[in-house]
C-alpha cells in the first residue's frame, strides 16, 4: 500500500529557532502533498496545499512567511517552522494521494509533535 | 465553501453493540467524495470507508457501513460488533470534484467502548 513517511515524529525547539520536517512518498510520485496542523482532541485543520515545482497555496490565516513549504521533487515535501513560538506548539501531519485523481483517499504521514520551549 | 459538521463530539458503545456516528456536510458541487477516518491515541490517520457521491449504494467495509443521503447531505457511520479495538477519535471528511483538493474534515467525534 501507499506509504508516506513524516520525519521527525517529535521535536523540541527553543523559541525563536526553526524546525523542519520532512514528508516523503515511499512508494508513489506526489505532485500535491498536504499539510495539516491539529490541536489536542481537536480536528485537522488545513494550512496548505504544497505543488511540485511550483508555490504552496496557503488557506486563509496562516502565515506563509512563518511556515515555509517547499515540495522539490514528487516525493518530498517540506515545512518549516521559522522563528517558532510556544505558541506553534502542536501536531503537523502530511498527506497525499497515490493517484492523482480526486476520489484517492489520502495517505496520511504518521505526524510531528512540536513542542516549541 | 463546503463544510462538514459533527455533532457528537463524544459516543459511548458496549462490546458487541452497534453504534452509528452522524456527519453532515454542504457542499454546492454535485460531484464530490466522502470519507470516514480513524484516529486512535497513536494519532495515526486511518482510513475506515469512503462513498463516492454519485452511487447510490452504501459503501460497507466489514463492520463498518455508511448511510449516506445525498439530497439531506447526511453521511453517518454504522458500526456493528463494537470491539474495544474501534475506540478512537472518528472523522468524516469531504472532497470535491477536482483533482489536487484537500480533504475538510469534521470536529471529530471520540467514540469509548465499554467491555
Known amino acids: 500500500g501507499a506509504v508516506v513517511s513524516q520525519h521527525p515524529s517529535r521535536v523540541i525547539c527553543k523559541s525563536g529557532t526553526s524546525v523542519k520536517i520532512e514528508c516523503r512518498s515511499l512508494?508513489?510520485?506526489?505532485?500535491?502533498m498536504f499539510w495539516y496542523r491539529q490541536f489536542p482532541k481537536q480536528s485537522l485543520m488545513l494550512m496548505a496545499t504544497s505543488n511540485e515545482g511550483s508555490k504552496a497555496t496557503y488557506e486563509q490565516g496562516v502565515e506563509k512567511d512563518k511556515f515555509l513549504i517547499n515540495h522539490a521533487s514528487l516525493t518530498l515535501s517540506t515545512l518549516t517552522v521559522t522563528s517558532a513560538h510556544p505558541e506553534d506548539s502542536s501536531f503537523y501531519i502530511c498527506?497525499?494521494?497515490?493517484?492523482?485523481?480526486?476520489?484517492?483517499?489520502?495517505?496520511f504521514g504518521n505526524g510531528t509533535r512540536l513542542t516549541v520551549t | 465553501a463546503q463544510t462538514v459538521t459533527q455533532s457528537q463530539p463524544e459516543m459511548s458503545v458496549q462490546e458487541a453493540e452497534t453504534v452509528t456516528l452522524s456527519c453532515t456536510y454542504d457542499t454546492s458541487e454535485s460531484d464530490y467524495y466522502l470519507f470516514w477516518y480513524k484516529q486512535p491515541p497513536s494519532r495515526q490517520m486511518i482510513l475506515v470507508i469512503r462513498q463516492e457521491a454519485y452511487k447510490q449504494q452504501n459503501a460497507t467495509e466489514n463492520r463498518f457501513s455508511v448511510n449516506f443521503q445525498k439530497a439531506a447531505k447526511s453521511f453517518s457511520l454504522k458500526i456493528s460488533d463494537s470491539q474495544l479495538g474501534d475506540a478512537a477519535m472518528y472523522f468524516c471528511a469531504y472532497t470535491g470534484s477536482q483533482a489536487g483538493t484537500a480533504l475538510i474534515f469534521g470536529k471529530g467525534t471520540t467514540l469509548s467502548v465499554s467491555s
Open positions: 512508494d508513489f510520485q506526489a505532485t500535491t
Open positions: 498527506s497525499a494521494r497515490a493517484a492523482d485523481t480526486h476520489n484517492s483517499p489520502l495517505h
